[in-house]
């Protein structure tokens, strides 16, 4: 073929070809811009070693891209449709695993054994389903298998969300879930012209390196997990009274509250989404020492 799948006269043809009508209901945005997809392919830094895991490869624009590149790709695909339509426009690579599944309900630990991808450097590159981006962002996230990074198209918003600081509007427990675990970057934002069809929304490619210094600071993310989302449920309301309702039933809650507050020199009215990370940590650890 004498253009690549992403470029618009291709896409265009094979849109055509089968009759396909983007499904809404699965977020199906399919990218028609070489450099768009240059560019998500550059932030991925893929070595010719590396395994690459896909979501939702769609037309196989992305998918295209990626087999030229690493070793290996796997691509996941919930919808059926374009089974047959990716095998036939990618028969030409022999480093492409394609998965009729949902990426939600992907068995990370036995993928890896099957696979035999222990000791591999593994990464995920994507142009997301936008309806499913948060599940699938903390799906990998919390997989108990070994990532090293993240290349994901979402929208900006949520892209926003995960890079944003303290004192920030858009910093909550997203932004505190995502930077436990990795450095976030957004790379880039793509105008919604680079789709078809165009989303409604606009969209960023956002990097995650999944190292981060404050991870072997948790025992237990699940509890850890729990207190962030009730330190940020009322995002306007004063630390104080969201750890009154987190901790209602405890006995005593409010002079051992107090006792946390003044260990760590806080006022009743510092606000959740003033505290860093390791402020956060430090809380949780004060808290469970004075209430156990
Ligand atoms: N990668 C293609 C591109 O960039 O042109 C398509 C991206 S499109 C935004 C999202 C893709 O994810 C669609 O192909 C859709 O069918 C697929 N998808 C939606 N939900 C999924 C799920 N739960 N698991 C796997 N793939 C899913």
């Keep these: 073929e004498k253009y690549d799948i992403a470029d618009p006269i291709r896409t265009k043809a094979i849109l055509e070809r089968y009759h396909l009508q983007a499904k809404k209901s699965l977020g199906q945005n399919f990218l028609r811009s070489p450099e768009v997809i240059e560019e998500i392919v550059a932030s991925a830094e893929i070595q010719p070693t590396d395994i690459v895991l896909e979501v939702g490869p769609g037309i196989g624009a992305l ?8 070793s290996q790709v796997y691509a996941f695909e919930i919808d059926q449709n374009l089974i047959p339509i990716l095998e036939a426009n990618l028969e030409d690579y022999d480093n492409l695993t394609l998965l009729n599944q949902d990426i939600l309900k992907v068995d990370w630990r036995k993928f890896w054994q099957e696979q035999q991808l222990s000791g591999r450097t593994v990464k995920v590159v994507a142009n997301l389903p936008y309806y499913i981006t948060t599940p699938i962002l903390l799906q990998l996230l919390t997989a108990p298998v070994k990532f090293t990074s993240f290349v994901l198209m979402m929208q900006k918003e949520v892209a926003q969300r995960l890079g944003a600081q303290p004192g920030h509007r858009e910093y909550g427990s997203l932004s505190v879930a995502v930077q436990l675990r990795s450095q976030v970057e957004v790379v880039q934002t793509v105008p919604a012209q680079a789709f078809v069809p165009q989303p409604k929304v606009d969209s960023a490619v956002v990097r995650l390196r999944l190292e981060s210094p404050w991870i072997k600071e ?3 993310f699940l509890q850890f997990q729990t207190f962030v989302q009730a330190v ?3 995002k306007r309301k ?3 009274n969201n750890l009154n309702v987190y ?3 405890q006995a005593q809650v409010k002079p051992k509250l107090q006792a946390v507050f003044d260990a760590l020199g806080y006022e009743h009215n510092v606000r959740a989404e003033q505290l860093a990370l390791p ?3 430090a809380l949780n650890q004060q808290i469970q020492t004075e209430f156990n």
């Excluded at 998918?63 to 690493?70: F, G, S």
Aim: no cysteine; charged share 15%.
């Design 247 to 249: 901790l209602a039933g």
């Design 238 to 240: 004063n630390l104080w």
């Design 279 to 281: 402020e956060l940590i």
């Design 63 to 70: 998918t295209q891209q990626l087999a030229k590149v690493a």
């Design 232 to 234: 940020f449920r009322q």
């Design 218 to 220: 948790i025992s237990d």
